[in-house]
């Protein structure tokens, strides 16, 4: 393998790429920089997410492009406002002793006015999202006329968002002699597509085989049913105490409710997707990037950008809706020489659909059994010795407590005080785990999608919607608001528009109408309203009939609009393989409930 002195490099960018830590480079740069710098021939690459491949470009580019020159000399353009910041600061960090270099990152959800007076001083490297590049071309702002190198990024991603209009503006606003550089991580017929209509004879390299998997990256999955995905997305975090994940899934409604319900059984988690702010998304990155988080839950959209080297685990919470996006998401993890799991959550009917993602990675999927609750416990009581043998003590402050301590602990011997320290922490997770069903057995009734368990459900009307902002979650924390029971069991639910139904244990059927009618709930201001329905679930939009006021219905009154609902909602009394539990210790940086 040759060094960055044997690429061509300039003394200023390899004075930077020493103060990164930066000594040989990996394949896709060792193929791609000779290649940009010596050739005005397009390039067409392929480079698996983690394989270095911004340097790839980024790096002839900076090499090449004259300072002397306010002009914009090269466009870089990517799918994200992340993975463009990325861009972005890598190529001030490789530019950095080259200080009449300008570089701007143009995105959406920024300032534009702030864009236009940087690019107005005059900027010779420009990132930018399709979209913010387009705006800034029709306002006479970005002018690409004298442009030299045109990169598209994930252009495979930039087309699943739909951005082909506006790649189309944004190659019509630069001249026929650029050299256009395309990287992508797979290569449907869209991006072969691309290369053909706007590139002349290019050059095409490759970082292993076009479309294949990271060699250092083993691929699981675990068979589940609906009612059992969550619980087994829970265990798969217990049972790796240290794990460091992004558990995507492929729907923005989906993404927020799983973090919701990871964030209220206790783990470290937070969401990241399109319907967060520009600051919001950039404080949970921040947060992720830190291990202030220990699972990020992200749509594929949102995930990308995120420079992240220590990733142990990607979860498929549901596999994508576009196989290719597969190899996207396992690409987190299993950089920099690290070895990462991609986790593929997977019912019997879904189980197919690995077949095709193995043909494009080019490896199998291992079916691995959902972790027992002893095996979980074992591995967690492990890890909270080792953690006891391994803190550091700070002899000089605690020694003046330590005669008093002493004299407390007086009566209990070594093994006791082991025992009891130990216990302090792991009692609760033995209680949690305690008589925990097996999830690997598809064919009992409790782990079954939950429909056949009726008979010892009693199926509720709840006048609350979807137009209510009603999801699970909240329907949850509303009912074990009402201190109903204990060791309520709640069963299926179905959130409609302006209404929805769920089950609960049957036993408690009776306490149920009396604590919603003594409590009179409200959830934003408007008045609670349950009523007992049939379970037929026959044809027709609304295949339940409500009994009438005999079946023990209620109309609560309605109380103010100022008064809010619990936000610290209880979720401890719902069956493990249903929904979320209550919060137990063991997994670091748990939430602790006041």
């Given at each position: 393998m040759s060094t960055f002195s044997e690429l061509g490099l300039k003394e200023p960018i390899k004075k930077a790429l020493v103060d990164l830590g930066y000594e040989t480079p990996t394949v896709i740069q060792e193929k791609a920089i000779p290649q940009i710098i010596n050739s005005d021939q397009d390039l067409k690459a392929f480079a698996q997410t983690g394989t270095g491949k911004t340097a790839a470009f980024s790096l002839p580019i900076i090499e090449q492009v004259d300072p002397s020159i306010k002009s914009t000399q090269a466009i870089i353009l990517s799918p994200t406002r992340e993975l463009a910041v990325q861009i972005g600061k890598n190529i001030e960090e490789f530019s950095k002793y080259i200080p009449d270099l300008k570089v701007a990152t143009v995105y959406g959800g920024a300032n534009i006015e702030q864009q236009i007076k940087q690019l107005k001083k005059g900027v010779q490297i420009v990132i930018g999202t399709p979209g913010r590049t387009v705006d800034l071309i029709k306002r006479r702002v970005l002018n690409l006329s004298q442009v030299q190198w045109l990169v598209l990024d994930e252009a495979d991603e930039m087309l699943n968002m739909g951005f082909k209009d506006e790649l189309d503006k944004v190659l019509e606003a630069?001249?026929?002699?650029?050299?256009?550089?395309?990287?992508?991580?797979?290569?449907?017929?869209?991006?072969?597509?691309?290369?053909?209509?706007?590139?002349?004879?290019?050059?095409?390299?490759?970082?292993?085989?076009?479309n294949q998997g990271s060699d250092n990256v083993s691929h699981e999955y675990y068979l589940v049913t609906e009612r059992t995905r969550y619980a087994a997305l829970k265990r798969v975090a217990d049972v790796n105490p240290n794990i460091y994940a992004i558990v995507f899934c492929r729907t923005r409604r989906e993404t927020q409710e799983v973090a919701d319900f990871l964030i209220r059984d206790g783990y470290s988690a937070d969401a990241l997707h399109g319907d967060l702010s520009q600051g919001q998304r950039d404080s949970v990155m921040e947060k992720f990037r830190k291990k202030n988080i220990q699972m990020l839950v992200a749509t594929d959209v949102a995930a990308r950008g995120l420079?992240?080297?220590?990733?142990?685990?990607?979860?498929?919470?549901?596999?994508?809706?576009?196989?290719?996006?597969?190899?996207?998401?396992?690409?987190?993890?299993?950089?920099?020489?690290?070895?990462?799991?991609?986790?593929?959550?997977?019912?019997?009917?879904?189980?197919?659909?690995?077949?095709?993602?193995?043909?494009?990675?080019?490896?199998?999927?291992?079916h691995t059994p959902v972790p027992s609750g002893k095996e979980i416990c074992e591995k967690q009581l492990f890890?909270?010795?080792?953690?006891?043998?391994?803190?550091?003590?700070?002899?000089?402050?605690?020694?003046?407590?330590?005669?008093?301590?002493?004299?407390?602990?007086?009566?209990?011997?070594?093994?006791?005080?082991?025992?009891?320290?130990?216990?302090?922490?792991?009692?609760?997770?033995?209680?949690?785990?305690?008589?925990?069903?097996?999830?690997?057995?598809?064919?009992?009734?409790?782990?079954?999608?939950?429909?056949?368990?009726?008979?010892?459900?009693?199926?509720f009307f709840i006048n609350l919607g979807r137009k209510d902002r009603l999801n699970p979650a909240k329907l949850i924390g509303l009912i074990n608001d009402q201190g109903i029971g204990d060791k309520i069991e709640i069963g299926a639910i179905d959130i409609l528009d302006t209404f929805s139904f769920f089950e609960l244990d049957k036993n408690f059927e009776e306490q149920a109408l009396l604590k919603f009618q003594e409590n009179e709930p409200d959830?934003?201001?408007?008045?609670?309203?349950?009523?007992?329905?049939?379970?037929?679930?026959?044809?027709?939009?609304?295949?339940?009939?409500?009994?009438?006021?005999?079946?023990?219905?209620?109309?609560?009154?309605?109380?103010?609009?100022?008064?809010?609902?619990?936000?610290?909602?209880?979720?401890?009394?719902?069956?493990?393989?249903?929904?979320?539990?209550?919060?137990?210790?063991?997994?670091?940086?748990?939430?602790?409930?006041?």
């Open positions: 630069t001249p026929e002699s650029k050299q256009t550089l395309l990287f992508s991580a797979t290569f449907p017929k869209e991006v072969e597509a691309i290369a053909k209509n706007y590139m002349s004879d290019p050059v095409e390299i490759t970082s292993g085989q076009k420079d992240v080297d220590n990733l142990t685990h990607v979860i498929n919470h549901k596999l994508p809706d576009q196989i290719e996006n597969y190899n996207h998401r396992s690409g987190r993890t299993g950089r920099a020489g690290n070895k990462g799991i991609s986790i593929a959550l997977v019912t019997k009917k879904e189980r197919g659909r690995l077949h095709p993602i193995e043909r494009i990675i080019k490896k199998k999927f291992v890890h909270l010795i080792d953690k006891v043998k391994n803190i550091s003590v700070n002899e000089e402050e605690i020694a003046e407590f330590t005669p008093a301590i002493n004299e407390m602990l007086a009566g209990l011997s070594r093994e006791e005080l082991i025992q009891k320290f130990v216990s302090l922490e792991f009692n609760t997770f033995l209680s949690y785990y305690q008589n925990a069903p097996d999830l690997n057995d598809l064919s009992s009734k409790e782990n079954s999608r939950g429909r056949s368990s009726s008979e010892d459900m009693t199926r959830f934003n201001g408007r008045n609670v309203n349950i009523e007992i329905t049939k379970t037929d679930r026959g044809g027709g939009r609304d295949r339940n009939r409500r009994r009438g006021k005999s079946g023990g219905g209620f109309n609560g009154k309605r109380r103010s609009r100022d008064a809010k609902p619990n936000s610290k909602r209880e979720f401890g009394r719902r069956r493990e393989d249903t929904s979320p539990k209550k919060a137990h210790s063991g997994f670091g940086r748990r939430r602790r409930k006041s």
